[in-house]
C-alpha cells in the first residue's frame, strides 16, 4: 500500500518521509499529513489530554497521549477518512443491492 497513487485518506495512515529522531520503540518515518499539521498547528495543551493513534499503536491496541494539537489533527483526520470511507462503502453496497433486486426478476435476486 506504501506510495499507492489517488485520492482519499488512505495515503496518510501508512508512513512516506523519514525522520532523523525518534524515541525506542516508535514507528519509523511520519506522514505528510502528520508532519504538515505539526508545523501548521504548533499549539500545546498544559497535559497530555488529547487521544492519539498511529498505525502501530492501533496493532497494539494503545491509545498515544499528546499536548500537541498540529500531532492530534495530523493522526485523527486520516482516521475520520477511513471511517467515512468504510460507512460510504457500505452504504453503497447495501443500497445498490436493494435497487438491483428490485429491477430484477426473483430468481435472479442478491
Known amino acids: 500500500m506504501v506510495g499507492t497513487s489517488g485520492p482519499g485518506p488512505r495515503h496518510s495512515v501508512w508512513v512516506f518521509l523519514r525522520t532523523k529522531r525518534k524515541p525506542k520503540g516508535a514507528a519509523i518515518g511520519t506522514s505528510i499529513e502528520s508532519r504538515v499539521a ?6 500545546k495543551v498544559e497535559k ?3 487521544p492519539t493513534l498511529t498505525l502501530g499503536s492501533v496493532w497494539r491496541l494503545k491509545i498515544l497521549w499528546t499536548r500537541n494539537i498540529g500531532v492530534f489533527v495530523g ?3 486520516p482516521i475520520i477518512g477511513e471511517v467515512i470511507l468504510a460507512y460510504d462503502v457500505s452504504v453503497i ?3 445498490s443491492a436493494i435497487h438491483y433486486n428490485q429491477l430484477v426478476k426473483p430468481e435472479d435476486r442478491l
Open 48 to 50: 497530555d489530554i488529547l
Open 38 to 43: 505539526r508545523r501548521q498547528l504548533e499549539f
Open 93 to 95: 453496497s447495501y443500497r
Open 75 to 77: 493522526r485523527t483526520v
